[in-house]
């Protein structure tokens, strides 16, 4: 669904063929989508069937035949429904890392702080790379990579803590 609205809600900006789709997510919104190119090809096809996007072949000069996405009026109705239902829902977020900790007493105390402390680096980099993309990135996008501070922050508050548990 949320990968559907992301593709419409592009294509509803301006019509595009797939290269630049999957240019625009890598440039611009890798920080909070995963979408793979061929995961994106194949969601635009099915996006064709179900009448929502409409593809066109374009050919300029010597280039290869490429197809141009365009939103269709059903994908607009569906576009709005996706996005009534996106901006509704919540899904509990998922910490793979926490598997890790469950079992941290595995290990020498000395360890876990150090592998906890270089979790805590990389949290950091990230945290100043979204940082980054406040100043590089169009406004819309702004409320997002904010959110995304925000539970970085959450996180590096927590990690501190358990850093300073195990070390006792």
Known sequence: MDRQLLLLGLLRNQEMHG???????DRQM???VDLKRSTAYYLLDKLCR???VR???ERAGNRPERHVYRITPNGEAHFQQLLRLNLAAYTPPIYAEDIGVIFHHHLPPTEVARLLLER???????RTHLELLLTTLPADHHPVIEHHIVHLDAELVWLDRLILGVRG
């Not at 290269?19 to 997510?25: G, R």
């Open 50 to 52: 179900e009448g929502y």
């Open 19 to 25: 290269y630049q789709i999957n240019e625009f997510i």
């Open 55 to 57: 593809a066109e072949v």
């Open 120 to 126: 805590r680096e990389a949290i950091q980099i990230h």
């Open 30 to 32: 890798d920080f909070c």
